[in-house]
């Protein structure tokens, strides 16, 4: 079995201290095969927020990540970094070399796929030369592994208020992806957590995660993170996925988990 961590928008800069001492604890418990960090892992992209970032990061079990940018992680109010180096101080704070990670074991391809653009102060958006790529990178991949590709802002939305944080290009994009043979589609953005079905056949899935560490909640959603594991046994492949929310006290707590159908 294999087992993957999902965290996003970590929003370092509004995090609380206590959320973030019961996430590690909680990280260290589970020994995750890999973690998944899918963008905003500071508010507003400054020097002091990806230090404190990368002691976080460095304080995680020392399993394979992925690590992607949010928006937020691209300088808002400093112009000309935004224009001419927008990813430098995310580079630089937490010694990121690609800005498309991935993650290639022996059970679990895992692709990042930047969705931010210095352009875009909120929206993402896939191009078609990323569409063209991945899907080719998809087709190469091994059919017993677990093909996840990693975006910051969703490409399915589960609430119809949220349908306008979509990554432009994503219906282009679910379609090439899914036909090329990939099972889950990991993001946050929204800090709404969820699990979607996708069509047409309802065997590739959109799995959302919550705001791991942040004050910036939103209502009925707490601090969350994502557990996915995954399993092939006699040719049968099975994932399951089980969100931990913060209690309000002193840890995360597991909710029900939820069997997610593959081809």
Request: aromatic share 8%; charged share 20%; with cysteine.
């Amino acid at each position: 079995m294999s087992r993957i961590l999902h965290l996003s928008d970590t929003h370092f800069g509004t995090e609380q201290p206590a959320v973030v001492e019961a996430l590690l604890a909680l990280a260290h418990a589970l020994a995750p095969d890999a973690i998944v960090l899918s963008g905003d892992i500071t508010q507003r992209a400054t020097v002091e927020q990806f230090r404190r970032a990368r002691v976080f990061l460095d304080a995680l079990p020392p399993s394979p990540r992925l690590v992607l940018a949010g928006n937020h992680d691209v300088p808002l109010f400093a112009f000309w970094q935004r224009l001419f180096t927008p990813y430098r101080r995310y580079r630089q704070g937490l010694g990121v070399v690609d800005l498309e990670p991935r993650l290639l074991l022996p059970s679990l391809r895992v692709i990042g796929v930047k969705s931010t653009r210095r352009r875009r102060h909120i929206d993402g958006e896939i191009s078609p030369r990323q569409i063209d790529s991945v899907a080719k990178v998809l087709g190469e991949q091994p059919r017993e592994a677990l093909k996840i590709v990693v975006t910051h802002q969703p490409l399915w939305a589960a609430r119809p208020q949220d349908l306008h944080n979509r990554c432009h290009g994503a219906e282009a994009a679910l379609q090439r992806w899914v036909e090329a043979g990939a099972d889950l589609f990991l993001a946050g953005h929204i800090h709404w957590p969820f699990a979607a079905a996708l069509p047409p056949d309802g065997q590739a899935w959109a799995v959302n995660a919550g705001t791991a560490v942040s004050t910036r909640v939103r209502p009925g959603a707490p601090n969350s993170v994502n557990v996915i594991e995954y399993a092939r046994e006699a040719g049968i492949r099975t994932c399951r996925l089980q969100s931990f929310a913060w209690n309000g006290l002193d840890r995360f707590e597991a909710e029900p988990p939820q069997a997610l159908g593959l081809r």
